[in-house]
Antibody
Framework: QVQLQESGPGLVKPSETLSLTCAVS?????????WGWIRQPPGKGLEWIGS???????YYNPSLKSRVTISVDTSKNQFSLKLSSVTAADTAVYYC??????????????????WGQGTLVTVSS | SYELTQPPSVSVSPGQTASITCSGD??????ACWYQQKPGQSPVLVIY???KRPSGIPERFSGSNSGNTATLTISGTQAMDEADYYC?????????FGTGTKVT
């Protein structure tokens, strides 16, 4: 069974960098699939942050791209998120998830099939 | 930027059918998927590739996608189906979530 677990500070000061790690068990990141980060501000909807392949290839949400770095460490079977220059608007539950992306005759197919439990990150001084 | 619009809420009686729509420009030309999220829990994938159900998802969940609208249908709705539902699609290497629908 694939399991994902987010970890990192629950409180970050404004203007600093938010750093989270997602540890994957039950599946080797090197075997394939993209791996993604999604966030959800309290009481609001889901927002995709970005996704990474085991090779390091990435897709980012254009609205966050200038502040986001997603990296992968296949030796530890984990991937990470860094979000710089945070403000109160970045307060959210942050989820990591497995992100299959493939192609069929009609185009790209993608979805998040396994999710972590989420971790709340609050931006406050 | 691409947007997916859902009704804020849908009300359904137990045993009846709930239909949740997701509207976006030429959405039928892309693949859509759907997630269920209960309070305090992570989202769960209930439909992918427009109409496929992951293992473990009840048959009462079904999906379709045509034109500008994708639809999630819950047949014989049960009390346990009360949740928020989000559609999602991939457009030009950008992933977009719908605005979300609360089903009560």
């Amino acid at each position: 069974q694939v399991q994902l677990q987010e970890s990192g500070p629950g409180l970050v000061k404004p203007s600093e960098t938010l750093s989270l790690t997602c540890a994957v068990s039950g599946y080797s990141i090197s075997s394939g699939y993209y791996w993604g980060w999604i966030r959800q501000p309290p009481g609001k909807g889901l927002e995709w942050i970005g996704s990474i392949y085991h090779s390091g290839s990435t897709y980012y949400n254009p609205s966050l791209k200038s502040r986001v770095t997603i990296s992968v460490d296949t030796s530890k079977n984990q991937f990470s998120l860094k979000l710089s220059s945070v403000t109160a608007a970045d307060t959210a539950v942050y989820y990591c998830a497995r992100h299959p992306i493939y192609y069929d005759r009609r185009g790209e197919v993608d979805y998040f099939d396994y999710w972590g439990q989420g971790t709340l990150v609050t931006v406050s001084s | 930027s691409y947007e997916l619009t859902q009704p804020p809420s849908v009300s359904v009686s137990p045993g009846q059918t709930a239909s949740i729509t997701c509207s976006g420009d030429k959405l039928g030309d892309k693949y859509a998927c759907w997630y269920q999220q209960k309070p305090g829990q992570s989202p769960v994938l209930v439909i992918y590739q427009d109409s496929k159900r992951p293992s473990g998802i009840p048959e009462r969940f079904s999906g379709s996608n045509s034109g500008n609208t994708a639809t999630l249908t819950i047949s014989g709705t049960q009390a346990m189906d009360e949740a928020d539902y989000y559609c999602q699609a991939w457009d030009s290497s950008i992933l977009v979530f719908g605005t979300g629908t609360k089903v009560t």
